[in-house]
């Protein structure tokens, strides 16, 4: 079946150091994918997306690209500021355009001053 | 526009006691959804629905009911709680075209002792 894996949690950095969350994905055929965080006491909001394979997704300095042959979507940031520290989830959308989102359980990450 | 707009936020139930939790888009959005979400697990779909009149069951359905009379609105009836339905609740909308983004209300913090 389709499923999202990603790195477990929390991550801890200090500010400016770089950040990769992993992200691995199982699923027939070419879903899009998707990074969506989620800020203390408020809902999930879309990061970036990407919708086939080599694009790459960016928004407020995090990047990510969609890699078939390694079925990952790794999300990346050069340099992280405190205002970063969020929950952030993986997820990919499979059955079309009426389909489902799936995610990832999620990683916390804190960001030291 | 307000987007997704969830109430209650937060809601102490009694085992066996019934409850709705509201959800409302005005996004005219085809698409709606609910997840849960507990820690450790992400978010599991609960139901969703792809236009007024048609609900389907997601992963995790068991003691949930729907009903999607118009476009707007996609309630979540708990029938008789159990303290296993602690969790977040979340509900979503997006357009039924392809790749579109979701948009999440702040969450239903439901608690049933």
């Given at each position: 079946?389709?499923?999202?894996?990603?790195?477990?949690?929390?991550?801890t950095?200090?500010?400016?150091a770089?950040?990769?969350?992993?992200c691995?994905y199982t699923?027939t055929?070419?879903p899009?994918?998707?990074?969506?965080?989620?800020?203390?006491?408020?809902?999930?909001?879309?990061?970036?997306?990407?919708?086939?394979?080599?694009?790459?997704?960016s928004?407020?300095?995090?990047?990510?690209?969609?890699?078939?042959?390694?079925?990952?979507f790794?999300?990346?940031?050069?340099?992280?500021?405190?205002?970063?520290s969020?929950v952030?989830?993986?997820?990919l959308?499979?059955?079309g355009s009426?389909?489902?989102?799936?995610?990832?359980?999620?990683?916390k990450?804190s960001?030291?001053? | 526009?307000?987007?997704?707009?969830?109430?209650?936020?937060?809601?102490?139930?009694?085992?066996?006691?019934?409850?709705?939790l509201?959800c409302?888009?005005d996004?005219?959005?085809?698409?709606?959804?609910?997840?849960r979400?507990?820690?450790?697990m992400?978010?599991?779909l609960?139901?969703?629905?792809?236009?007024?009149?048609?609900?389907?069951?997601?992963?995790?359905?068991?003691?949930?009911n729907?009903?999607r009379?118009?476009?707007?609105?996609?309630p979540?009836?708990l029938?008789?709680?159990?303290?296993?339905?602690?969790?977040?609740?979340?509900?979503?909308?997006?357009?039924?075209g392809?790749?579109?983004?979701?948009?999440?209300?702040q969450?239903t913090?439901?608690?049933?002792?």
């Amino acid at each position: 079946g389709n499923s999202v894996t990603q790195m477990e949690g929390p991550v801890t950095l200090s500010e400016e150091a770089f950040l990769t969350i992993n992200c691995t994905y199982t699923a027939t055929g070419y879903p899009s994918l998707f990074w969506y965080v989620q800020y203390p006491g408020e809902g999930l909001q879309l990061l970036l997306k990407a919708t086939k394979a080599d694009d790459k997704g960016s928004n407020k300095g995090f990047e990510a690209t969609y890699r078939k042959e390694t079925t990952s979507f790794h999300l990346e940031k050069g340099s992280v500021q405190v205002s970063d520290s969020a929950v952030y989830f993986c997820a990919l959308l499979y059955g079309g355009s009426q389909g489902n989102l799936i995610f990832g359980k999620g990683t916390k990450l804190s960001v030291k001053p | 526009n307000a987007g997704v707009t969830q109430t209650p936020k937060f809601q102490v139930l009694k085992t066996g006691q019934s409850m709705t939790l509201q959800c409302a888009q005005d996004m005219n959005h085809e698409y709606m959804s609910w997840y849960r979400q507990d820690p450790g697990m992400g978010l599991r779909l609960i139901h969703y629905s792809v236009g007024a009149g048609i609900t389907d069951q997601g992963e995790v359905p068991n003691g949930y009911n729907v009903s999607r009379s118009t476009t707007e609105d996609f309630p979540l009836r708990l029938l008789s709680a159990a303290p296993s339905q602690t969790s977040v609740y979340f509900c979503a909308s997006r357009s039924t075209g392809f790749n579109t983004e979701a948009f999440f209300g702040q969450g239903t913090r439901l608690t049933v002792v």
